[in-house]
């Protein structure tokens, strides 16, 4: 079984960054590959609609031409037709089972000139002369196999002129003939035959259906007689809804074509246009073709892109793992550097500032566990050293009274006296600093815990030949605070500087707010107490390490006192500063939160 090592969670970590990278990187395709290509999809059909429409439109206008030009050719042959019948006429007693030797003259006139008539049409073929009752009289040039079929069901009443009908059903490429049937009569008689023509589709006709003007390399076109079958599906149903019309169907071959269609009414027809799919709608191929070439690019685009933002997004995760894994090899002053943008600032910012108050946190802790183990070390040292230290003291002074007469041993006995009473002053200072500290907060006149901080250094000041100046507010704005602790603190303070003014100085105690010096017209909720003397001001070496325990730049201070009126300054909710006076001397200032109502300045 395998151990998890130190680094797997590690590892861990990274293959999860890993397909963090990674599946950004897949969301940024998929959300910009999937509206393209269904936009190219959409795009596709209806370009691929749209062109259909319009050239099923444009074949269904060509047919409609076509059939118009058809109609005019077969206009042309009918009347060509109607012309030859003039000079063509039977005598009005010839009927089924006469026999050609037994005819008037006009009848073998018109047999005689039957053989010269396919040259007096265009595009004929043959000829044959019929009685009314549908037999042959005679025949002249190529007539096709089954015309005599064919022409018996389109002979025309006698109401009418000249009646068409193609022989196939299909007529294209190959088609044969098309037979014109036209009734024989004199203009005082009744009709007496029918005279039929074969026009042979190989000539103009065919030309007109063969022409691929506006069919493309592939088009076709045929006519296809009523109730006809065409070759493959072909338009079907849509001959028979519509005189003119157009679609998509299949050829004889199977393939989708795109068509068009018109009747032609004399032929009993229909003129169909056919172009091939593939070929009507090639420029789509095209389209789709560049379209895939910009669908490729744009991927390439958006991949380098999302490659881009992933790694401008994964960039500052790793600045911040780098900095968490410096921190826990023990660099606790690693901080994160500024990152672009102004979110990823704000996160780098906010990080920081846990990091700073984690650092201050452990300072806390590490300078309680300090002052736990100083507290109960001093505890145990001052009470085994209070005893002796008595009775050192009790022997000097009964040493002293009995060496009056003495001045050598009087002078070097006040000075082990002396000496005594500041080490027990030291011993009270480290009782002092290592005694747990509680806060009482009341609400007290501020002029009251001035009085009891200038009260207790009163004899100090008098004995030293030095001024205490008190600037405070009139009247008696109350104050939210511990005032024995406070009084404590600005106690030390004064201390200190009357130990540091020279005789006949001036020390000066001002208690102001912020819109005292200044800074805002409506304060912001603090108090500053400013302490200033008048003596060599801050030591050059050790400002840094003014408050902390047992370092002092006086001979013989204890280190203790400005510790301890930190101590008391931090518990009551406020700060304490040092600085160098203009003028000379030093000034510290303790700020703490409420500003006092109805502050007004004096000075006493």
């Known amino acids: 079984m395998a151990v998890p090592g130190p680094d797997r969670p590690r590892l861990s970590a990274r293959r999860k960054a890993t397909s963090f990278r990674t599946t950004l990187l897949i969301w940024s395709l998929v959300l910009a590959l999937i509206p393209m290509t269904l936009m190219a999809v959409q795009g596709f059909h209806c ?21 118009a030009q058809l109609e005019e050719w ?39 000139l039957l053989p010269g008539l396919p040259e007096r049409l265009s595009e004929s073929s043959g000829f044959a002369v019929l009685d009314l009752d549908g037999n042959v009289l005679g025949t002249t040039g190529a007539l096709p196999d089954d015309w005599l079929e064919a022409v018996t069901g389109i002979l025309p009443p006698p109401a009418m002129t000249v009646s068409t009908e193609p022989v196939a059903q299909r007529l294209g490429d190959d088609a044969g003939h098309l037979l014109l049937a036209s009734l024989l009569r004199s203009p005082d008689r009744p009709a007496s035959g029918y005279l039929v023509a074969a026009v042979d589709l190989e000539g103009s006709l065919t030309r007109m ?5 506006g069919l493309g390399s592939n088009g076709s076109a045929y006519l296809l007689k009523d109730g006809g079958a065409a070759p493959g599906a072909g338009p079907g149903e849509l001959l028979h809804s519509t ?24 032929l009993k027809a229909y003129l169909v246009v056919e172009r091939k799919s593939t070929e009507a709608l090639r420029w789509l191929e095209i389209l789709a073709r560049r379209a895939l070439v910009v669908g490729l690019i744009t991927a390439l685009i958006v991949l380098v892109c999302s490659r881009f933002i992933t790694d401008r997004l994964s960039r500052p995760l790793k600045t911040l793992a780098e900095v968490a894994r410096r921190i826990t090899s023990g660099d606790q002053l690693a901080r994160v550097p500024a990152l672009a943008g102004l979110e990823l600032e704000e996160v780098g910012r906010a990080h920081n500032q846990m990091l700073d108050v ?46 009056p007469g003495d001045p050598v041993l009087m002078e070097q006995a006040q000075i082990a006296r002396q000496q005594a009473e500041r080490i027990e002053q030291l011993l009270e200072d480290l009782l002092d600093y290592g005694k747990p500290l509680s806060c009482v907060t009341r609400s007290v006149p ?65 208690v102001r707010d912020v819109r005292d010096v200044g800074v805002s017209d409506e304060g912001s909720g603090q108090v500053h107490f400013e302490i200033a003397d008048q003596g060599p001001g801050l030591p050059t070496n050790g400002r840094s390490r003014l408050f902390q325990p047992f370092f002092s730049s006086k001979a013989g201070g204890t280190g203790l006192g400005l510790a301890n009126v930190k101590k008391i300054v931090e518990l009551l909710g406020g700060t304490v500063q040092a600085e160098d ?3 000379g001397g030093a000034l510290f200032r303790i700020t703490l939160p409420g500003s006092p109502a109805g502050f007004r300045r004096t000075e006493s």
């Open 446 to 510: 501020l002029v009251d815990v001035l009085n009891y901080a200038v009260g207790s250094v009163g004899g100090l000041l008098q004995a030293r030949g030095l001024e205490l100046k008190v600037s405070s507010p009139e009247g008696r704005p109350r104050l939210e605070t511990d005032p024995e602790r406070l009084a404590q603190a600005l106690e030390n303070l004064l201390r200190n500087a009357i130990e540091a003014s020279p005789e006949g100085a001036e020390i000066r105690l001002d």
């Open 358 to 403: 984690l650092q201050q946190s452990r300072e806390r802790i590490a300078q309680s566990a300090a002052l736990a183990a100083v507290g109960e070390l001093s505890t145990s040292i001052v009470h085994e050293l209070r005893n002796p230290l008595s009775s050192v003291k009790m022997n000097l002074q009964s040493l002293c009274r009995k060496l």
């Open 581 to 583: 006076r203009l003028g």
């Open 243 to 266: 005189k003119s019309g157009s679609g998509v169907w299949e050829d004889q071959e199977g393939d989708e074509v795109v068509g068009g269609f018109a009747r032609v009414p004399a």
């Open 74 to 112: 077969l206009q042309g042959r009918r009347d060509e037709l109607n012309f030859l019948v003039q000079g063509v006429t039977l005598p009005p007693g010839c009927h089924s089972g006469c026999a050609c030797k037994g005819l008037p003259q006009p009848t073998r006139k018109a047999l005689d």
């Open 47 to 67: 370009g691929r609609q749209a062109v259909t429409e319009a050239v099923s439109s444009d074949l269904r206008h060509l047919a409609a031409a076509r059939a």
């Open 209 to 213: 259906l063969v022409d691929r003007s």
